[in-house]
């Protein structure tokens, strides 16, 4: 048994709001109170941390990573606007300097099995005044080389001839531009990805490290094809399976459609410790692409209402075998009409059986992003027990007021999109998630960006967001521990320390006093946020009452 004192600082505990000092236990903490009692404590700690006045909180869960994409592309060339890439040019004198670069140097940008692929990040063309980037463009400046620019949202790709015939794709017939999208993109994403088994662990493990140092202690992996195998979530999840292997543990959920109990059973097998058959098994597909499926057309497409890539009658199998099996099933839904296939999906197997209303909320459900959800839809979603993983910083990058959000979808609609307040006040069980590497992983950005919500009437407390990322997270991973994400007596020692400029109480910004530090609240204090701040440090991070992160310097 390890044990450890933790004094001398801030304690965020609703049950005890006026904590300066914790103690951890094998893992659990078994005692929380002032300063002037945690001596008696010191002398049987196998370890005494001074915090120095710092913050120690519940760790964050991001409830939505691809953690493999996100290491090949912590590797691309940044083709961002802030990189310079605000035009078709810029973006092709930005690949030329990869290109460029010795081969030895050049070799491994993205694959070991695919060795000379150079590929972008951060592409977005929906700000561009120019014309937009082109296969032809590609194959013209960089003649024989497979390049591929994947759109910021991942759901759609430029790509050079040579990187179609790498794949073996030559046959397949793109769009005007050379995009590849859906069906097609699928097989590029997997070709890139077929990696050797030690370059994919050390991939894995360089992207979980990163994650600790920011105050992560677990994080929901979707994998699906196109992005990683069953194989790698397998991996994933034993590799992570113990405190002791020094990462943040990974939930994993693999985004494969099944008809029957036997095909869930089978991946249950194939993937031990699977915890859903759920995640980017995509119903749609993005706004950015003009793929989410709306209800009426893309204010800049009207030709187009976006792309169902499942049917009502697929999702309703497939829900009816997860629930039939026990297992959590889910969707990636952006689009409102996406929303409602999966809805009208769920009406049709409770009309054929009343026995799924409990089935479905037992098994807890969930659906990722959910961009648009009217109070109908909000109201269904409640009445079985769907839960949803949201990336608020996806309205910090594009739901401003002239953002690409406005501009697929109009004025009106903007209004509408991610109600991480409604879902609140509906009850819906909700976490926060990154979708990194569409977003980067930024735990404080995403509680900041609910905070300071582009729409002041989808706008939430600091607490209240701070709870999303952390004890939502473990509710949405089907955590048994209810006390999971919280500092309590008997609460598994997941935290992360912080060192802040400011802490206080942070209500929503909608023109009230926005924060208090007076001590009569008796609510729990939290960094002080601002839009676009400096970022809380943090300094350790624990899981199980284990260091998987640690800059204490004592």
Known sequence: MTSILFHNGYVHSSSDPFAEALFVEDGVITWTGENDTAASFAKRADRVVDLDGALIAPGFVDTHVHLLETALLDEAVDVAPTAGGVTAQAVL??????????????????????????????????????????????????????????????????????????????????????????????????????????????????????????????????????????????????????????????????????????????????????????????VDGSFGSHSAALREPYTDAPDTIGTLHLSAQEIEQHLAACSDAGMTAGFHVIGDRALDTVLEAVENLVKRDASYVSKLRRCGHRLEHVELADEASRAELAKYGFMVSVQPAFDAHWGTLGGMYEQRLGSERLCATSPIRDFTRDGIPMGFGSDTPVTVIDPWGGVAAAVFHSNPEQRISARAAFKAHTRGGWRLGGEANFMAGEIRVGAPAHLAIWRAEELGVQAENDGRSSWTTDGRSGSPLLPILSQDGNRPQCLATLRAGVFIYDDLGN
């Open 93 to 282: 004198d930005l690949l030329a300097a990869r290109v460029e670069l010795d081969s030895a140097k050049a070799a491994d940008v993205v694959a070991d099995a695919a060795p000379h692929i150079v590929s972008a990040t951060g592409y977005d063309d929906s700000s561009w005044t120019s014309e937009p980037l082109t296969r032809e463009m590609l194959d013209a400046r960089f003649p024989g080389v497979p390049v591929y620019v994947p759109r910021a949202d991942l759901h759609s790709a430029i790509v050079s001839s040579a990187l179609l015939a790498s794949a073996g794709l030559t046959d397949q017939i793109l769009d005007d531009r050379g995009r590849v999208s859906g069906a097609i993109h699928t097989p590029i994403r997997e070709f890139i990805r077929e990696l050797a088994p030690a370059r994919r662990t050390e991939l894995y493990r360089a992207v979980l490290a990163k994650c600790a140092a920011l105050g992560i202690v677990s994080v929901h992996e979707n994998a699906a094809p196109g992005i990683d195998t069953p194989e790698g979530l397998a991996e994933l999840i034993d590799m992570t399976s113990s405190p002791e292997s020094g990462l943040p543990q990974v939930v994993g959920y693999l985004g494969m459609l099944v008809r029957s109990v036997e095909q869930v059973e089978e991946l249950r097998a194939q993937v031990p410790g699977l915890a859903g058959l759920a995640g980017d098994l995509s």
